[in-house]
């Protein structure tokens, strides 16, 4: 999605002249994005799980930054195309980033759960009720 945002924006020049401090903070987002993305690997290494939502889950992970947000790769991947936004001003990721969210929302987060709410039953509604799915919800 990341690349063709960039192109339908160069094509249809879907740029917004955003302020300079609109630009540093979305430099800020992205790098923020890769630092948190790594740790979240990190995290999954750690705990020798693997990050594919495909691939079979042996455990809850509930240590590090998965004690405030159940799915931080996932706003990783949505904050990174919104901070592109911000640093490029190219309209058409502010536009991807929404429909990524939703996309990821419905197609691959509540399949997870679903999953996740048969695999460890009382485990994983416990750790639902006391962690949001996103930052605040």
């Known amino acids: ?74 706003i990783c991947f949505v904050c990174f195309q919104f901070g592109m936004f911000m640093l490029f001003g190219n309209f058409i990721y502010l536009l991807s980033s929404i429909i990524l969210f939703f996309w990821i929302h419905f197609q691959v987060v509540l399949k997870e759960e679903e999953y996740l709410e048969k695999k460890f039953t009382d485990i994983y509604e416990r750790y639902k009720e006391n962690v949001p799915r996103w930052i605040i919800w």
């Open 1 to 74: 999605s990341l690349c063709v945002a960039f192109f339908l924006g160069e094509i249809y020049n879907f740029y917004l002249p955003l302020h300079l401090a609109f630009k540093f903070f979305g430099f800020f987002i992205i790098f923020f994005c890769i630092i948190l993305f790594t740790y979240c690997v990190r995290i999954f290494l750690h705990h020798k799980e693997s990050l594919p939502p495909s691939s079979p889950t042996h455990k809850i992970i509930k240590t590090g930054i998965y004690l405030y947000t159940r799915n931080p790769i996932y």
